[in-house]
């Protein structure tokens, strides 16, 4: 099984950049695809972006050309480079690692845009 854990989340103005990371440990080699959800107040959890083991990545319409996710080789780290925030990207964001069989979740950070 996997574990993930996100990290750098935090408080920047609109028009700012952030860079979210998420660790993989466990069955690393299993891992088929990483991705970033987000998770807003009163809304459901949504796909901001994925990356599989190959490289191919996916996005949701409104956050691309914005935000970039890309890995290290191994899917040890997953990394989501997010700039031009606007107030509407405020959400806890979670990173997910997909195996054959399973789901992984992790914990979650917080990211606020607010002047």
């Known amino acids: 099984q996997v574990q993930v854990v996100e990290s750098g989340g935090g408080l920047v103005q609109p028009g700012g950049s952030l860079r979210l990371s998420c660790a993989a440990s466990?069955?690393?080699?299993?891992?088929?695809?990483m991705g970033w959800y987000r998770q807003a107040p009163g809304k459901e959890r949504e796909l901001v972006a994925e990356?599989?083991?190959?490289?191919?990545?996916r996005y949701a319409d409104s956050v691309k050309g914005r935000f970039t996710i890309s890995r290290d080789g191994a899917m040890n780290m997953v990394y989501l480079q997010m700039n031009s925030l606007k107030p509407e990207d405020t959400a806890v964001y979670y990173c997910?690692?997909?195996?054959?069989?399973?789901?992984?979740w992790g914990q979650g950070t917080q990211v606020t845009v607010s002047s």
């Open positions: 997910s690692a997909v195996e054959p069989r399973a789901r992984s």
């Open positions: 466990g069955n690393i080699p299993s891992i088929n695809a």
């Open positions: 990356i599989t083991r190959g490289g191919n990545t």
